[in-house]
């Protein structure tokens, strides 16, 4: 593990014990080591949970989990990581680190995530799709009110996140076909942030492909 990193060290996690995203993994990786280097920051890379310790997590200002899957912590880790995050520490989340159908872990998919992941797009299971922007924070001051984006793979969850998160991004349901995958809500929510205690998370379902790493509109996304 690093010994001395700088202050805005980011943390990126990619451990998998479920579906293992082998092509997205590298790409998803590539353009976060960009973000770091174009802002100057530390980046260290991990799949080992042993790094969620209060002594390492003190080092880093944000961890991402780039589509990690599957049990990922022992009950220890996983207290150091919500204690890390409710003293101010910062959450980002791509992808299939909201995408399993059961977590054992309460905490965080009622919390940290918000809502339970209940089904992709299928038949055909990539597609193109509009996104909106809800102009709800900066994040996505850059993306088009109507925002297209192409042949991905689309979440549906149990509930919309809208009331206990603020929704930065949703999907109009009409212009992909659902194909009865938990996908129609009525209200889509498909990237939101919110706080836990002083830290701050963000939620970004979309990420399957590794071209959609390659938009850039994604990728200023990740970015800010």
Known sequence: ???????????????????????????????????????????????????????????????????????TLSDEQGAAFRKYLENGGGFVGLHAAGGDFYYSWDWYVNELIGAQFIGHTMSPQFQDAVVINEHAADLTDHIPDRWLVPNEEWYGFDKSVRGRSTVVLS????????????????????????KIGEGRVVYSAIGHQPDTYLIPEYRTFVEK
């Open 1 to 71: 593990f690093p010994v001395e990193l700088a202050d805005n060290a980011v943390l990126v996690f990619d451990k998998t014990n479920g579906f293992v995203h082998t092509d997205t993994l590298p790409v998803a990786r590539a353009l976060l080591d960009d973000i770091a280097a174009r802002n100057g920051w530390d980046i260290y890379h991990t799949s080992n949970g042993a790094v969620m310790n209060d002594e390492m997590l003190s080092k880093f200002k944000l961890v991402v989990w780039n589509n990690t899957s599957g049990t």
């Open 171 to 194: 999907m109009d349901e009409d212009s992909y076909d659902p194909n009865d995958a938990g996908m129609e809500n009525g209200d889509h929510p498909i990237a939101w942030t919110h």
